[in-house]
């Protein structure tokens, strides 16, 4: 299905404003509540819209500290690749995986309360991934953009 700018329009909207009312939504992009409404419904059956969800406070929730992970695997066999997904994604302290084109064949996005707790992360789960021929951590000293919202063209 194409998007016309009505729907793109709404997915701007909704990206910035994810709880805003059905009502509300249909005001910002000019259309009654029912075309509104039936719209979203389609971006979200045809996947567009995969979810909503609440963005946390990091600070708050104890955990601010956020290090880049590379990783170099052994080998690029399909069954290491597979085994190295799987348990990466099981680690809950681990928000981003993914695999790379370049000198890393992954890059993990970790977050941790600070270095100790960062060091007992890198202890028990990243040093225990399958296949793992080689690491190295990048802490980010601070967070100068950030945002979850797509590119509406």
């Known amino acids: 299905m194409a998007l016309d700018q009505v729907d793109r329009r709404i ?3 909704l990206q910035k404003q994810g709880r805003i009312s059905n009502a509300e939504l249909s005001e910002a992009v000019n259309l009654s509540a029912s075309a509104c409404h039936r719209r ?12 909503y969800v609440a963005l946390l406070d990091a600070r708050k929730l104890g955990v601010p500290t956020t290090v880049f992970v590379e990783i170099t695997l052994q080998t690029q ?9 799987k348990a990466v994604a099981r680690i809950p302290d681990v928000l981003e995986c993914h695999l790379m084109a370049g000198t890393a064949d992954y890059i993990l996005k970790v977050v941790a309360e600070n270095t100790d707790d960062f060091a007992r992360i890198h202890r ?4 225990r991934l399958p296949g793992v ?12 953009f950030k945002t979850t919202a797509l590119p509406i063209n």
């Open 11 to 13: 997915l701007e909207v």
């Open 40 to 51: 979203v419904q389609r971006l979200e059956s045809d996947g567009y819209i995969r979810n």
């Open 77 to 85: 066999a399909d069954e290491v690749l597979e085994a190295f997904e």
């Open 124 to 127: 028990q789960h990243l040093t």
């Open 133 to 144: 021929a080689q690491m190295q951590s990048s802490f980010a000293l601070r967070t100068v």
